[in-house]
């Protein structure tokens, strides 16, 4: 059974940093491609980064670039989400999702039950 575990939410004021992570267990993780969705309130789910196997392909949506990091460990099973510079549109529940795949348009992971429970993050302006 795959578990993922985020953490490291929480409130924090507008510039500010927060750092996210997921702890991946029941799953071969260093050959799983991981990422980070969040949900902001009355909003689809919406893609924010991806990074493959070995970290050697990393891709971010848009408004994060330059300001947000994804890293994975794969001795530790984690992967993990430095924010920088938060703005209160960052505002959302952050999901760590596991096994992802490109569907043509967007990423998803290949099994429906691949992901965390979310962990809410809120900028203050």
């Known amino acids: 059974q795959v578990q993922l575990i985020e953490s490291g939410g929480g409130l924090v004021q507008a510039g500010g940093s927060l750092r996210l992570s997921c702890a991946a267990s029941g799953l071969t993780f260093s050959r799983s491609v991981m990422g980070w969705f969040r949900q902001a309130p009355g909003k689809e789910r919406e893609f924010v980064a991806v990074i493959s196997w070995t970290s050697g392909n990393i891709y971010y949506t848009d408004s994060v670039k330059g300001r947000f990091t994804i890293s994975r460990d794969n001795a530790k099973n984690t992967v993990d989400l430095q924010m920088n510079s938060l703005k209160p549109e960052d505002t959302a529940i952050y999901y760590c999702?596991?096994?992802?795949?490109?569907?043509?348009?967007?990423?998803?992971?290949?099994?429906?039950?691949?992901w965390g429970q979310g962990t809410q993050v809120t900028v203050s302006s």
């Open positions: 999702a596991a096994d992802l795949v490109w569907g043509g348009s967007r990423w998803a992971p290949r099994i429906d039950d691949y």
